[in-house]
C-alpha cells in the first residue's frame, strides 16, 4: 500500500479545497458535544470547521444516511405529470469515517446493487470518496476487533488516515483515493519511514483498546446451524420497548416503507426507514401476522444479521459498532446476544 | 441539509432530538422539508435513544393536508382569505361579543402543545387585551388534580424529582401509569433498575400493563379506589411503626388528622373496597416505608378521577409519612403527558392564576403584571375552566371561543355535548396545523407553525425549560402562533404584544416569573434548566422540596374515600376506562398522519377480557357496539387478559370510534377535571 503524510495543521484547508469539487461530509460537532457527519455549506464551511472533531466517540446515526436518507422522495405527480426525484450524481466525499461504518457502506452498497439497482440510492452513493480515521479511542460498546470491521481496515477504503500525534498517515486504498492525494497533492507530505512504523503501533495501540471481545466466529455457527435457543429471544422481546431505534442506527440496515402522499389530484410518493421488529412489518391484509409473537419478531431481527446475511453476502450485518446498544432505551444489545449464543 | 437540536413534539419526556432539514432548489424557500429525526446521544433524558414516535417525528410535518392558507366558513365548507381579512375577523368578532355580552361571554383555549412563549401570550391576550380569566388549556383534563393536590399539600404542583433520578432509585411505586406506553424513556428506566439493578417495584393498576410483569408487588384495584388503598398503606405504615417521626415532626403539619383518618382503612377493610387481597397491601406498604429511595411515579389513572384530588393528596400524605420527598431519587412524581403542559400551567394559561403560579386574587400580583403590560384593571375572580367552558357554551352564556393546537371534540368527555357546544357559539376561531374535528367546527381557522417552523421552549415533565428551534420555515402560509396571537393583540388596539423573536417573550416572562427568573435563551443551550429557576445566576433545580417544602412544612390532608361518579349497574354493567397507547398520540392528528405509526395501529379498538368476551360471543376483531348514557360507537375488540372481568379499556387516539363519546363528563369538585378513568356503558357484538 502507498502511504502519504497528512499534517493536522492542513486537514481544514484540504477539506475547504476539497469542497469545491465534492459535497463534502465531515464529523462536525454540535450541542453538548453531540457529533454528526454534516455537508459543509459552501458558504459557511469555515466557520464551520471549526467545530470539526475527527476524534469524536460515535456518530449517533450512521453515515448511510447521507446516501440513504431517514425520508426521501421517490416521484412527485401534478394531474398527469410525474417527475422522478432521483438526487442527480454528485461525486460526494465522506471525510472522518470510522472503519466499522465504513464496513456499514460497503454492505448497503452491495445490498442496492444486488437484487435491483435501487436508482435513489446508487445516484447518491455510486461517486463516492471513503476516507477513514480511524479510532482511537474505542468505546465500551465496541468490538469491532471481534467481527473483524476495525479498528482499521486492510481494504475497502479509497484513503486510510491513521493518526500518529500531529500528523495522519494516510494509506492509500484504491486508483480514486490516489487520484484525489495527487489533485491536492499540496496538503500531502511523503511519508517517512519513521511515519509507518509509528502508525503500526498507533493500530496497534487501539486494537489492544477494544475491550469488548466475542467469539463472532462461533456465533455465526450457531446462527447458521440454528442451534439458538428460543428462550434467549423470549428473554429480550420482553424487554424490547419496540423504538426501532437499534435498527435505525444500525450501518447495515436497508428495510423501508413506502408510502403515499395526495392531496386532490397532487402528491407524491415517499420511502422512509423501516424496522423488522414492529408488527406491522409482514401483518398481511387479511389480518394475519406469521410473525405477531414478539419472540419471532426478535428472532428475525437477529437472524437477518447473523445468519441470512452471511448465508447471502458471505459477510454477517454485524459491524460491532455497538449502536444498537447505545440507541437502545432498554440496555438491548446484538453483542449481548453474540456473547450468549456463542457461549452456551 | 440543515439540522437542528430541538425538543420532541410528543411526550413530557422531552427527548432531545435533531430534526434534519432539505430545501429543494427548484421550490421556494418556504417549500423546505424535513426529511429526518434522530436522538440527541448527550441530551440527558434522551442520551441517544428516542422511541418510536421521536425516531418518525419527522413525517407529520410536510404532509400535503396541513393547512396552509387562513379559512372561513362558507356554504357549509371553508374558503381559502387572506392573513389580513382573517385576523381581522377574528379580533372584530372578539371585541364585539366582548362589547355585546361582557368579557365574560368569551373564553380562551391554550396549547399544552404550544410553546412557552406561546401560552404566556394567549393568556396575556385574554387577561390584558380582553379583561377575561376564562383562560385554561388540556392539563384540565390531565393534571389539574396534581397541580390542586400537590399545591395544596407541598406548596407546588410539579414533579418533585428528575428523570435521570430513576437511575438511582430502590424502589417505584407506579400507580395509574402505563408508563412504558405513555412516556417510553421513563418505563425504560424503570424497567433497567428493576432488571439491572434490582429495585423493587410496585404496580397498582387495574389493567395489567407491560410493568406489571416486572413487579415484585402488583396490585389490580377497582377503578376509582385509589384514596382507598393508599390509605390502607399509611394505615399499616403508622401501624407497625414503619413511618419516620424525626422528619413527620420537623417538616410537616397535621399528621393526627392523617392517623385518625386512616385508622379504618385497615388491610381487612380495604380490600372489600379495592378488592386487592389484604396481604399484598400489607407487603406494599412494608416495602415502600422500608426503601430508603422509593420514588412514586403516576399520572392518569390517579388525577382523572371525580376524587382526582384526594388521589393526589393521598399520595403525598404516603410520600411525607415515610420521608420520601425533598431527596434525590424519591418524591411525588406525577408525568406530564404532553411535550409542554408543564409550560402550559407554568405560564398561567389557566383561569386562577398568572405566569408562575401567581393567583389572580392577589393584589399585588396583579398590580405587577398592570405594571408590565401597560394596562389597569386585570380581572380578579378566577375565570372558567375547560370543563365549565363547555357547559356554559351549551347553556348560551359563552358566545365566542379561541381555541390554539387543541382538540376537544376528541379529547374531552362526553363528545355530542362538545359538538353542541361548540355549535351553539357565536363565534369560535381555532389555529390549527391540521384540519381536526374541531377545527371543522370553526368560523375562522388561522393555519399554525409546528414545532419545526419555529423557535420557542417547551417545559418538560422534570421541570426543564428547553429550546425548540426552527428547522424549516412554516409551511404555505402558516406563521407560527406566537405571531398569530401578536397580531390579534394588535388588532385589538394593543400595543404591548410587540415582539421580534420569542427570546423577547422569554425575557418578559422571566421578569414576571420568579421561578422563570434566571431562564434567557443565552441560558438554555444546550440542553435547557431546571425551574426554579430564580436568578441569572442559578443552576436550576434537579428536585424539589429539599430541607423544606416549597411552602414552608408539608401538609398531611387526610381523605375518606369515595366511589366513582357513575359505576355499572343493570343496563350498563361495564365499567369503560381511556387511556393512551404507545404508537398513538392523543387525538392522533400527527401519529395517525405517521407511516409507521399508522401500520402498527390503523384502527381504533376495545379491549375486553377472554371470559367476557366467551359470555357475549365476541371474537378477536369482532365488531362491537359499546353504548352509554351519552352515546355510542362501534370497534373492534382486542381479547386480553390485560382487563379484569367486567371491564373494558378504549384507546381515545381514534375519531372513528371515539372513546369520549361514551365518557361521563362528571368532575373533581375542586379541579374540574374528568372522570375518564370509570363509567358505566354496556357491550353487545354487532
Given at each position: 500500500?502507498?502511504?502519504?503524510?497528512?499534517?493536522?495543521?492542513?486537514?481544514?484547508?484540504?477539506?475547504?479545497?476539497?469542497?469545491?469539487?465534492?459535497?463534502?461530509?465531515?464529523?462536525?460537532?454540535?450541542?453538548?458535544?453531540?457529533?454528526?457527519?454534516?455537508?459543509?455549506?459552501?458558504?459557511?464551511?469555515?466557520?464551520?470547521?471549526?467545530?470539526?472533531?475527527?476524534?469524536?466517540?460515535?456518530?449517533?446515526?450512521?453515515?448511510?444516511?447521507?446516501?440513504?436518507?431517514?425520508?426521501?422522495?421517490?416521484?412527485?405527480?401534478?394531474?398527469?405529470?410525474?417527475?422522478?426525484?432521483?438526487?442527480?450524481?454528485?461525486?460526494?466525499?465522506?471525510?472522518?469515517?470510522?472503519?466499522?461504518?465504513?464496513?456499514?457502506?460497503?454492505?448497503?452498497?452491495?445490498?442496492?446493487?444486488?437484487?435491483?439497482?435501487?436508482?435513489?440510492?446508487?445516484?447518491?452513493?455510486?461517486?463516492?470518496?471513503?476516507?477513514?480515521?480511524?479510532?482511537?479511542?474505542?468505546?465500551?460498546?465496541?468490538?469491532?476487533?471481534?467481527?473483524?470491521?476495525?479498528?482499521?481496515?486492510?481494504?475497502?477504503?479509497?484513503?486510510?488516515?491513521?493518526?500518529?500525534?500531529?500528523?495522519?498517515?494516510?494509506?492509500?486504498?484504491?486508483?480514486?483515493?490516489?487520484?484525489?492525494?495527487?489533485?491536492?497533492?499540496?496538503?500531502?507530505?511523503?511519508?517517512?519511514?519513521?511515519?509507518?512504523?509509528?502508525?503500526?503501533?498507533?493500530?496497534?495501540?487501539?486494537?489492544?483498546?477494544?475491550?469488548?471481545?466475542?467469539?463472532f466466529e462461533e456465533a455465526i455457527k450457531k446462527f447458521c446451524d440454528d442451534k439458538v435457543p428460543r428462550e434467549i429471544y423470549e428473554r429480550i422481546a420482553e424487554r424490547c420497548i419496540y423504538c426501532g431505534g437499534c435498527l435505525y442506527v444500525c450501518p447495515t440496515c436497508t428495510c423501508f416503507n413506502v408510502f403515499d402522499d395526495i392531496k386532490a389530484s397532487s402528491g407524491g410518493r415517499y420511502r422512509n426507514w423501516d424496522a423488522c421488529v414492529f408488527a406491522g412489518y409482514t401483518r398481511e391484509a387479511s389480518g394475519h401476522n406469521p410473525r405477531f409473537e414478539k419472540w419471532l419478531r426478535t428472532s428475525r431481527r437477529y437472524e437477518h444479521k447473523l445468519k441470512y446475511d452471511y448465508l447471502t453476502t458471505g459477510t454477517s450485518g454485524c459491524v460491532g459498532c455497538g449502536r444498537c446498544l447505545s440507541s437502545c432505551p432498554v440496555n438491548i444489545g446484538i453483542s449481548q446476544v453474540i456473547e450468549e449464543v456463542s457461549k452456551r | 441539509m440543515a439540522r437542528v437540536l430541538t425538543t420532541c413534539i410528543y411526550c413530557g419526556c422531552g427527548c432531545g432530538l435533531y430534526l434534519e432539514s432539505e430545501t429543494c432548489p427548484e421550490r421556494s424557500r418556504r417549500d423546505g422539508m424535513i426529511v429526518g429525526s434522530y436522538p440527541s446521544r448527550n441530551h440527558p433524558v434522551s442520551k441517544g435513544a428516542l422511541c418510536v414516535k421521536g425516531w418518525n417525528a419527522y413525517e407529520f410535518i410536510n404532509k400535503l393536508d396541513r393547512l396552509k392558507a387562513p379559512l372561513i366558513k362558507s356554504n357549509g365548507g371553508f374558503e381559502e382569505v387572506s392573513w389580513d381579512i382573517a385576523l381581522e375577523m377574528v379580533s372584530r368578532r372578539l371585541l364585539k361579543i366582548k362589547e355585546k355580552y361582557g368579557e365574560e361571554a368569551l373564553g380562551f383555549l391554550s396549547s399544552a402543545k404550544a410553546t412557552n412563549e406561546e401560552n404566556f401570550?394567549?393568556?396575556?391576550?385574554?387577561?390584558?387585551?380582553?379583561?377575561?380569566?376564562?383562560?385554561?388549556?388540556?392539563?384540565?383534563?390531565?393534571?389539574?388534580?396534581?397541580?390542586?393536590?400537590?399545591?395544596?399539600?407541598?406548596?407546588?404542583?410539579?414533579?418533585?424529582?428528575?428523570?435521570?433520578?430513576?437511575?438511582?432509585?430502590?424502589?417505584?411505586?407506579?400507580?395509574?401509569?402505563?408508563?412504558?406506553?405513555?412516556?417510553?424513556?421513563?418505563?425504560?428506566?424503570?424497567?433497567?433498575?428493576?432488571?439491572?439493578?434490582?429495585?423493587?417495584?410496585?404496580?397498582?393498576?387495574?389493567?395489567?400493563?407491560?410493568?406489571?410483569?416486572?413487579?415484585?408487588?402488583?396490585?389490580?384495584?377497582?377503578?376509582?379506589?385509589?384514596?382507598?388503598?393508599?390509605?390502607?398503606?399509611?394505615?399499616?405504615?403508622?401501624?407497625?411503626?414503619?413511618?419516620?417521626?424525626?422528619?413527620?415532626?420537623?417538616r410537616t403539619e397535621n399528621f393526627e388528622e392523617l392517623k385518625r383518618t386512616v385508622e379504618q382503612y385497615t388491610p381487612e377493610y380495604t380490600e372489600k373496597i379495592t378488592k386487592i387481597p389484604r396481604d399484598l397491601l400489607v407487603r406494599a406498604a412494608r416495602l415502600y416505608a422500608e426503601s430508603k429511595k422509593a420514588m412514586i411515579v403516576y399520572s392518569m389513572g390517579i388525577t382523572q378521577h371525580t376524587t382526582g384530588v384526594d388521589n393526589v393528596k393521598s399520595l403525598a400524605n404516603l410520600a411525607m409519612l415515610t420521608a420520601h420527598?425533598?431527596?434525590?431519587?424519591?418524591?411525588?412524581?406525577?408525568?406530564?403527558?404532553?411535550?409542554?403542559?408543564?409550560?402550559?400551567?407554568?405560564?398561567?394559561?389557566?383561569?386562577?392564576?398568572f405566569s408562575g403560579y401567581q393567583q389572580v386574587t392577589d393584589d399585588t400580583a396583579r398590580a405587577k403584571f398592570e405594571g408590565m403590560w401597560k394596562v389597569k384593571n386585570l380581572p380578579s375572580k378566577p375565570g372558567l375552566t375547560v370543563t365549565e367552558i363547555f357547559n356554559e357554551a351549551l347553556k348560551g352564556n359563552l358566545k365566542a371561543l379561541y381555541i390554539m393546537g387543541e382538540n376537544p371534540v376528541i379529547s374531552d368527555p362526553d363528545s355530542n355535548h362538545i359538538r353542541k357546544a361548540l355549535e351553539k357559539l357565536e363565534f369560535l376561531a381555532v389555529n390549527e396545523i391540521f384540519l381536526s374535528d374541531t377545527a371543522q367546527y370553526a368560523d375562522v381557522i388561522l393555519p399554525a407553525g409546528s414545532f419545526a417552523e419555529k423557535d420557542g421552549t417547551f417545559t418538560n415533565t422534570e421541570r426543564r425549560v428547553e429550546r425548540i428551534r426552527k428547522a424549516i420555515e412554516p409551511v404555505g402560509q402558516a406563521r407560527p402562533d406566537w405571531e398569530i396571537l401578536s397580531e390579534i393583540a394588535r388588532r385589538c388596539g394593543y400595543k404591548g404584544m410587540d415582539y421580534s423573536h420569542p427570546s423577547q417573550i422569554m425575557d418578559e416572562i422571566a421578569q414576571l416569573t420568579p421561578i422563570y427568573g434566571g431562564i434567557s435563551y443565552d441560558r438554555l443551550d444546550p440542553f435547557g434548566l431546571q425551574w426554579p429557576c430564580p436568578s441569572k445566576e442559578h443552576p436550576g433545580t434537579p428536585y424539589l422540596h429539599k430541607d423544606k417544602f416549597a411552602k414552608g412544612k408539608g401538609s398531611f390532608l387526610p381523605c375518606a374515600y369515595a366511589a366513582a361518579d357513575e359505576l355499572p349497574d343493570d343496563e350498563y354493567n361495564f365499567v369503560l376506562s381511556t387511556g393512551r397507547i404507545y404508537w398513538h398520540w392523543h387525538t392522533g392528528t400527527m401519529s395517525r398522519r405517521t407511516s409507521t405509526l399508522d401500520r402498527e395501529v390503523p384502527a381504533g379498538y376495545v379491549e375486553i377480557n377472554p371470559k367476557d368476551a366467551e359470555k357475549l360471543k365476541i371474537k378477536k376483531g369482532g365488531r362491537v357496539k359499546i353504548s352509554s348514557r351519552r352515546g355510542e360507537i362501534e370497534t373492534s375488540a382486542v381479547v386480553t387478559e390485560k382487563v379484569k372481568e367486567g371491564s373494558i379499556f378504549v384507546p381515545f387516539h381514534f375519531s372513528e370510534a371515539a372513546a369520549n363519546v361514551l365518557t361521563n363528563p362528571a368532575v373533581d369538585p375542586v379541579a374540574k377535571i374528568p372522570e375518564y378513568k370509570v363509567c358505566a356503558v354496556k357491550i353487545e357484538k354487532i
Amino acid at each position: 500500500m502507498k502511504e502519504r503524510l497528512l499534517k493536522k495543521d492542513n486537514v481544514k484547508a484540504l477539506c475547504v479545497s476539497a469542497s469545491d469539487q465534492w459535497e463534502t461530509y465531515v464529523p462536525l460537532e454540535g450541542f453538548g458535544g453531540d457529533v454528526q457527519f454534516t455537508k459543509l455549506d459552501n458558504e459557511k464551511r469555515e466557520l464551520s470547521l471549526d467545530k470539526l472533531n475527527l476524534n469524536y466517540e460515535i456518530l449517533t446515526v450512521p453515515p448511510k444516511v447521507t446516501v440513504f436518507p431517514q425520508l426521501e422522495s421517490l416521484f412527485r405527480f401534478q394531474d398527469e405529470k410525474i417527475s422522478e426525484t432521483v438526487k442527480p450524481k454528485a461525486p460526494i466525499l465522506l471525510f472522518g469515517l470510522r472503519a466499522c461504518d465504513v464496513k456499514g457502506i460497503l454492505f448497503t452498497d452491495d445490498f442496492f446493487k444486488r437484487n435491483f439497482e435501487d436508482i435513489y440510492y446508487l445516484n447518491r452513493s455510486m461517486n463516492k470518496l471513503l476516507v477513514i480515521v480511524g479510532c482511537k479511542h474505542p468505546l465500551e460498546n465496541c468490538f469491532c476487533t471481534s467481527t473483524k470491521t476495525g479498528p482499521f481496515l486492510e481494504s475497502g477504503f479509497d484513503l486510510q488516515l491513521v493518526d500518529i500525534g500531529n500528523k495522519c498517515l494516510v494509506e492509500i486504498g484504491s486508483e480514486k483515493g490516489q487520484e484525489f492525494v495527487s489533485s491536492y497533492g499540496k496538503f500531502f507530505d511523503e511519508a517517512s519511514k519513521d511515519d509507518v512504523e509509528c502508525s503500526k503501533i498507533a493500530k496497534r495501540d487501539a486494537e489492544e483498546a477494544v475491550r469488548l471481545r466475542l467469539d463472532f466466529e462461533e456465533a455465526i455457527k450457531k446462527f447458521c446451524d440454528d442451534k439458538v435457543p428460543r428462550e434467549i429471544y423470549e428473554r429480550i422481546a420482553e424487554r424490547c420497548i419496540y423504538c426501532g431505534g437499534c435498527l435505525y442506527v444500525c450501518p447495515t440496515c436497508t428495510c423501508f416503507n413506502v408510502f403515499d402522499d395526495i392531496k386532490a389530484s397532487s402528491g407524491g410518493r415517499y420511502r422512509n426507514w423501516d424496522a423488522c421488529v414492529f408488527a406491522g412489518y409482514t401483518r398481511e391484509a387479511s389480518g394475519h401476522n406469521p410473525r405477531f409473537e414478539k419472540w419471532l419478531r426478535t428472532s428475525r431481527r437477529y437472524e437477518h444479521k447473523l445468519k441470512y446475511d452471511y448465508l447471502t453476502t458471505g459477510t454477517s450485518g454485524c459491524v460491532g459498532c455497538g449502536r444498537c446498544l447505545s440507541s437502545c432505551p432498554v440496555n438491548i444489545g446484538i453483542s449481548q446476544v453474540i456473547e450468549e449464543v456463542s457461549k452456551r | 441539509m440543515a439540522r437542528v437540536l430541538t425538543t420532541c413534539i410528543y411526550c413530557g419526556c422531552g427527548c432531545g432530538l435533531y430534526l434534519e432539514s432539505e430545501t429543494c432548489p427548484e421550490r421556494s424557500r418556504r417549500d423546505g422539508m424535513i426529511v429526518g429525526s434522530y436522538p440527541s446521544r448527550n441530551h440527558p433524558v434522551s442520551k441517544g435513544a428516542l422511541c418510536v414516535k421521536g425516531w418518525n417525528a419527522y413525517e407529520f410535518i410536510n404532509k400535503l393536508d396541513r393547512l396552509k392558507a387562513p379559512l372561513i366558513k362558507s356554504n357549509g365548507g371553508f374558503e381559502e382569505v387572506s392573513w389580513d381579512i382573517a385576523l381581522e375577523m377574528v379580533s372584530r368578532r372578539l371585541l364585539k361579543i366582548k362589547e355585546k355580552y361582557g368579557e365574560e361571554a368569551l373564553g380562551f383555549l391554550s396549547s399544552a402543545k404550544a410553546t412557552n412563549e406561546e401560552n404566556f401570550l394567549m393568556m396575556k391576550l385574554a387577561r390584558a387585551v380582553f379583561k377575561t380569566n376564562n383562560v385554561d388549556h388540556c392539563a384540565r383534563l390531565c393534571h389539574a388534580s396534581t397541580v390542586v393536590g400537590l399545591a395544596a399539600t407541598f406548596g407546588s404542583g410539579a414533579m418533585t424529582n428528575s428523570i435521570n433520578e430513576f437511575e438511582d432509585a430502590d424502589l417505584f411505586l407506579v400507580t395509574g401509569s402505563d408508563t412504558t406506553e405513555q412516556h417510553p424513556l421513563i418505563g425504560s428506566r424503570i424497567i433497567n433498575a428493576v432488571n439491572d439493578r434490582g429495585a423493587g417495584l410496585i404496580v397498582v393498576d387495574p389493567r395489567k400493563i407491560e410493568l406489571a410483569k416486572y413487579a415484585t408487588i402488583y396490585m389490580a384495584q377497582d377503578n376509582g379506589t385509589d384514596v382507598a388503598w393508599i390509605n390502607a398503606m399509611c394505615n399499616v405504615i403508622i401501624k407497625e411503626g414503619l413511618y419516620d417521626k424525626k422528619y413527620i415532626e420537623q417538616r410537616t403539619e397535621n399528621f393526627e388528622e392523617l392517623k385518625r383518618t386512616v385508622e379504618q382503612y385497615t388491610p381487612e377493610y380495604t380490600e372489600k373496597i379495592t378488592k386487592i387481597p389484604r396481604d399484598l397491601l400489607v407487603r406494599a406498604a412494608r416495602l415502600y416505608a422500608e426503601s430508603k429511595k422509593a420514588m412514586i411515579v403516576y399520572s392518569m389513572g390517579i388525577t382523572q378521577h371525580t376524587t382526582g384530588v384526594d388521589n393526589v393528596k393521598s399520595l403525598a400524605n404516603l410520600a411525607m409519612l415515610t420521608a420520601h420527598v425533598g431527596f434525590a431519587s424519591t418524591g411525588v412524581n406525577p408525568l406530564r403527558g404532553q411535550n409542554n403542559v408543564q409550560g402550559a400551567c407554568d405560564l398561567g394559561a389557566l383561569p386562577n392564576v398568572f405566569s408562575g403560579y401567581q393567583q389572580v386574587t392577589d393584589d399585588t400580583a396583579r398590580a405587577k403584571f398592570e405594571g408590565m403590560w401597560k394596562v389597569k384593571n386585570l380581572p380578579s375572580k378566577p375565570g372558567l375552566t375547560v370543563t365549565e367552558i363547555f357547559n356554559e357554551a351549551l347553556k348560551g352564556n359563552l358566545k365566542a371561543l379561541y381555541i390554539m393546537g387543541e382538540n376537544p371534540v376528541i379529547s374531552d368527555p362526553d363528545s355530542n355535548h362538545i359538538r353542541k357546544a361548540l355549535e351553539k357559539l357565536e363565534f369560535l376561531a381555532v389555529n390549527e396545523i391540521f384540519l381536526s374535528d374541531t377545527a371543522q367546527y370553526a368560523d375562522v381557522i388561522l393555519p399554525a407553525g409546528s414545532f419545526a417552523e419555529k423557535d420557542g421552549t417547551f417545559t418538560n415533565t422534570e421541570r426543564r425549560v428547553e429550546r425548540i428551534r426552527k428547522a424549516i420555515e412554516p409551511v404555505g402560509q402558516a406563521r407560527p402562533d406566537w405571531e398569530i396571537l401578536s397580531e390579534i393583540a394588535r388588532r385589538c388596539g394593543y400595543k404591548g404584544m410587540d415582539y421580534s423573536h420569542p427570546s423577547q417573550i422569554m425575557d418578559e416572562i422571566a421578569q414576571l416569573t420568579p421561578i422563570y427568573g434566571g431562564i434567557s435563551y443565552d441560558r438554555l443551550d444546550p440542553f435547557g434548566l431546571q425551574w426554579p429557576c430564580p436568578s441569572k445566576e442559578h443552576p436550576g433545580t434537579p428536585y424539589l422540596h429539599k430541607d423544606k417544602f416549597a411552602k414552608g412544612k408539608g401538609s398531611f390532608l387526610p381523605c375518606a374515600y369515595a366511589a366513582a361518579d357513575e359505576l355499572p349497574d343493570d343496563e350498563y354493567n361495564f365499567v369503560l376506562s381511556t387511556g393512551r397507547i404507545y404508537w398513538h398520540w392523543h387525538t392522533g392528528t400527527m401519529s395517525r398522519r405517521t407511516s409507521t405509526l399508522d401500520r402498527e395501529v390503523p384502527a381504533g379498538y376495545v379491549e375486553i377480557n377472554p371470559k367476557d368476551a366467551e359470555k357475549l360471543k365476541i371474537k378477536k376483531g369482532g365488531r362491537v357496539k359499546i353504548s352509554s348514557r351519552r352515546g355510542e360507537i362501534e370497534t373492534s375488540a382486542v381479547v386480553t387478559e390485560k382487563v379484569k372481568e367486567g371491564s373494558i379499556f378504549v384507546p381515545f387516539h381514534f375519531s372513528e370510534a371515539a372513546a369520549n363519546v361514551l365518557t361521563n363528563p362528571a368532575v373533581d369538585p375542586v379541579a374540574k377535571i374528568p372522570e375518564y378513568k370509570v363509567c358505566a356503558v354496556k357491550i353487545e357484538k354487532i
